[in-house]
Structure formats: C-alpha cells, structure tokens
C-alpha cells in the first residue's frame, strides 16, 4: 500500500499544471525517441535469438506498460543490449519459449523485489563492478553478433564458446554480407554529432544500407516478414505455463531479474541527475517486473530502462511518462506502415549497429578514471568482473565481483595500524606541559582500525615484545569497534605485559569501546584511574609511577 500510495503522489505531482505546452513537449521527445529505438528494438529483437519483431513489441509494450507504472517521469524501457548477452545464450538452449516463460518468472521476481524494497541494492554494488560487468556484456555483444555479420555459424552455448569453434570448425565469411555490417560500422562512427541530434546515426546507415542494397542487389540473410500485429504468434500462453517445470527455468530468470534490476536503477540514478529528478526505486521494480509479465504474453523479450533512450528522451525535453507512450504508439505506427521497409533489412547490418552499440555502451570515462590513476582495487575488480561475466553466468558473474569487493574491505579492515613513539619532550613543552626528567621507559601506543578476531595476533605480537617499557600507553582514539575476539586478545596482551612489569594505561577510548572494556572487566585489570581522556594526562600520571 505504501508503494501505490508513493506512486499515486508523484503521478500527482508529476502532472500538477498539465497543459497543452507540455504535451507538445512530451510529443516531440516522443516522436524523438522512437526514432533512436526504431532501429535498436529490431536489432535487440534479432540479436536475442528471437526476432525482429519481437525486439518491436518489447519496446511497444515496455513503453506503455513500464513507462505508464514508472518511478520517474523519464525513464524509457524497452530492449537492450546487455539483455541481448543473456537471451541470445537462453535462446540457444530452451528457444523462444525458454525465453518468455523465463521473462514472466523474472517479472514476478522484480515485483517481489520491488515490494520488499530492494530499491537501493544498486548502491552496494561498487561502481568498479558495475563498469567490469557493462564491458563483459558488451564483449559478449560484439562476439554473439560475428555469425550475422559474416554469415557464418558457431558453435557452442556461451559467447566465448562460439568464438574459438571458428577456429576448430572453419571460418569462411561472405565478403557481401561483411561489407554491409562494415558500412553501418563506418556510417554510425563517422556521423556528424551535429546531424546525431536530428537522426541517429543506427536509423541513418540503416536506410543508407537500405538504399545501397536496392540497387547493388547482394544476396544476404534480411530480417524477413514482420506481422502488422502486436500479438505474435510465438508468444507465452498461461497453458504453456502450465505444462512445463518451471524450476527448470529458476536460474535463467534470476540472471533476467538480477540484470533488469541492475540496468534500471542505474539508468534511473543517472539519467535523474539529468533531470534533477529522484527515481524511486522501489516502484520501479514493480513498474519493471509487471512489465516483464505482460510483454511475454504479446511474444516479446524482456525489457529494462534504457539509459541511451532514457537520455535521448530528456535531452528532447521530456516533460512526463507520455513521453514513452507516445513513443510506443510512434513504434507502433511504424510497425504497421513501414513492415516492408524493415523486413529488408540485411542482419549483417543490424550486427553492425549492435557492434558499435556495444563499443559505445562501455563506460570510458570510468575507466579511464580507475586505469589514469591506478586504483590497483579498481582495477582487479574491473578485470575479474569483466571476465566472469564472459565466461560465466551474468548473475555469478556480479556476485564474484561483489564478493571480491568484501574481500577486500575485509582486508582493509582487518589492518590495524600500531605506532609505537617515545614521549616526546619539547612536543609536550610546546602545549604547555612540564616534566622535570622525561623517562624513555615510557612508551605510546597509537592504535588505528578495527580490534576483531583477524588483527589480535598482530597487536598481541607487536605490543608485547616491547622491551624496557614500564609504562605503555594505548592511545585508542582512533579505534572505532572492538569485537569479542578483540576483547579476549586485549586481556590476554596485558596478562602478558603485567607478568613482565608493564603497566598498561588507556587513553581516548571511544564511548562504545570503552563499555565493552569495562563490561569485559578490562578497566578493573589495569585500574579504572589509569584510563585517561588524553594522552598528555597520561604520560603525567605515568611518570608519578615511576
């Protein structure tokens, strides 16, 4: 109820003032992001293994169905890229059906997700990870893409596997069919920014290729009929449903919902800092997972926010949500008046706009970042993200690198820092303090970290080989928690020093800390006087002792 209520408001907010200005606006970032998904959604819909049409009714669907339930007003769904790397994998081992019974389990899991509000994951997720995981799927792209755009065949279930079957089966690629996907390659790289804003460079070398294949005539692999309906004839029946093992479908679905979840939040956390506007990323879930249940049921793929839309859509000036319905009803239209263009369409070309999609979907600027400056964690978590996901499964591929991140926190954390000085006299004169003969068997420990169960063996092992020391000083400001190991390991370091004459003093200790200390009878050890506020009121006593 929170969710409907949270969604209600912002659809409130968001149309509060509604007038004809603002629809003019919505319309034309419409019409504007149709003409960027026109292309996309037929090349997703072919490179899934599915079919053109297909691509088509996702983002139709997507459009209306997400776009209406949305957490924001701008975000765009409808077929993408990184889904293209899972689904074409599915569609080699269950086929089309394998890829809509597992679209609507996903579905259900993102609702799920969204009601237990699962809506800021994405923010545990470190950033290098996510750069790694975006590059993996965009190499699984590019290499999916190589059959179509040669007019060869591999073999083999995973992008990696496909790749070296062309040397052990043959490589023999047809130099028409490769000269159209190396056209559209050239065209979308060399189109002009400036034009980029009026037609986008996949819709331009796609009619440019169009045109050149009318008249050169090559005899290559088109797109084939496209059904003037949105009701496909492959598409998921509640019968269907009923007549397969759905656990058998677990897995493919989780990797679907892990990656529509991960693509959507990011998007919307990205594109509302576009339009100084919040996701909420809760209700975009569920606006995701109900989407996912009913595309499946018209014949689509799954869909997901698309952030090269979504940014497209707000840089037209999109004012509310009707800027994806409009351009679902755009898609629609096209779909119905312009089926005969598309179906010519060579396959070869559409691989050669999801090459270059995929080149483009990487995040340079964040990889230029973590390589200039040498984050060695960044870049690890870069590199085995971006080869699990490779070799691996998606969904194993984005908890190999997460859990690898904790590894690595784990370590920092466990790194206590122990900084052992003598008493330093003018530095005590300096503030003030005046002691007549400073004693050097009077030492400082400076304690940084975290006291728990991994770094007791080393703060055992470096305080108490202290030699000549009749006053040690365990400055702890700089210790925000200390766990039950950590206790255990303190009393067993003053056992120590105590039997060999050191008397052990406490300074600084932060309010948590000291409760656990004193709860542990650690201050009843070394006498609740010698637990100080500062180091320089320690030192002073410490010298009395003497």
């Known amino acids: ?111 799920i997700a969204g009601f237990l509000k699962l ?9 290098s990870v996510i750069t790694g995981f975006t590059s993996g799927i965009a190499i699984i792209i590019a290499l999916g893409q190589l059959d179509n755009f040669f007019n060869v065949t591999s073999k083999g279930s995973l992008a990696i596997n496909k790749f070296f079957s062309y040397f052990t089966g043959g490589f023999n690629p047809d130099p028409y069919t490769a000269a159209i996907g190396v056209m559209v390659i050239i065209i979308m790289l060399i189109w002009p920014k400036k034009w980029n804003e009026k037609i986008p460079s996949s819709l331009a070398s796609l009619v440019i290729v169009l045109i050149f294949n009318y ?9 084939g009929d496209i ?61 995701q997972g109900f989407g996912n249940i009913v595309i499946p049921l018209f014949g689509g793929v799954p869909a997901t926010a698309a952030i090269a839309r979504t940014s497209v859509a707000i840089k037209a000036g999109c004012e509310t949500r009707l800027t994806s319905i409009i351009h679902s ?33 990487n995040d340079w600027e964040n990889i230029h970042f973590i390589f200039q400056h040498k984050f060695k964690s960044g870049m690890a978590k870069f590199f085995i993200t971006m080869g699990a996901t490779v070799v691996l499964d998606l ?22 820092d122990v900084t052992i000085s003598e008493i330093d006299r003018d530095k005590l004169e300096n503030i003030g303090i005046k002691i007549p003969q400073v004693s050097d068997k009077i030492r400082v420990a400076y304690l940084t970290g975290t006291i728990f169960f991994a770094v007791v063996d ?49 300074t600084s200790v932060q309010p948590k800390v000291l409760k656990k200390m004193q709860r542990a009878g650690i201050l009843d050890m070394v006498g609740k006087e010698n637990v100080f506020s500062s180091a320089e009121h ?5 010298h009395t002792h003497l």
């Open 119 to 127: 809506g800021r994951v994405i923010y545990f997720i470190p950033s």
């Open 215 to 223: 008249f050169a005539k090559f005899d290559v692999a088109v797109v």
């Open 395 to 416: 969904t194993q591929a984005i908890i190999i690198g997460v859990a690898f991140s904790a590894i690595l926190i784990v370590v920092r954390l466990t790194d206590i």
């Open 1 to 111: 109820m929170n969710l409907a209520r949270s969604y209600v408001l912002e659809l409130v907010n968001e149309f509060e003032g509604y007038n004809g200005k603002r629809f003019t606006k919505d319309l034309m970032s419409g019409i504007t992001v149709a003409a960027v998904a026109l292309p996309l959604a037929i090349a997703f819909g072919v490179g899934s293994g599915a079919t053109a049409a297909a691509g088509l009714v996702t983002a139709i669907i997507g459009g209306i169905v997400i776009g209406a339930l949305s957490g924001a007003s701008f975000q765009i769904s409808g077929p993408t890229g990184a889904m293209t790397a899972i689904l074409v994998t599915l569609a080699a081992k269950y086929g089309m059906q394998g890829i809509l019974i597992s679209c609507f389990l996903a579905g259900v899991m993102l609702v």
């Open 227 to 287: 059904p003037k309906t949105i009701f496909l004839q492959d598409r998921l029946t509640f019968q269907v449903l009923k007549s397969v093992e759905l656990l058998d479908f677990f897995i493919p679905a989780l990797s679907i919902a892990a990656l529509a979840m991960i693509e959507s939040l990011l998007c919307g956390a990205s594109a509302g800092k576009m339009k100084h506007e919040k996701l909420n990323g809760d209700v975009e879930l569920v606006a």
């Open 329 to 361: 009803i755009v898609l629609l239209l096209s779909m119905f008046i312009l089926a005969p263009i598309m179906s010519a369409i060579p396959l070869s070309a559409l691989s050669g706009v999801l090459i270059v999609t995929a080149w483009r979907m």
């Open 538 to 542: 320690a030192i002073i006593t410490a």
């Open 458 to 506: 080393k703060l055992i092992t470096q305080l108490s080989e202290l030699e000549n020391t009749k006053v040690l000083i365990l400055s702890m400001r700089g210790v925000p928690v200390m766990d039950l190991s950590g206790v255990q390991g303190m009393i067993e370091l003053i056992n120590i020093l105590q039997e060999h004459g050191t008397e052990v003093m406490f």
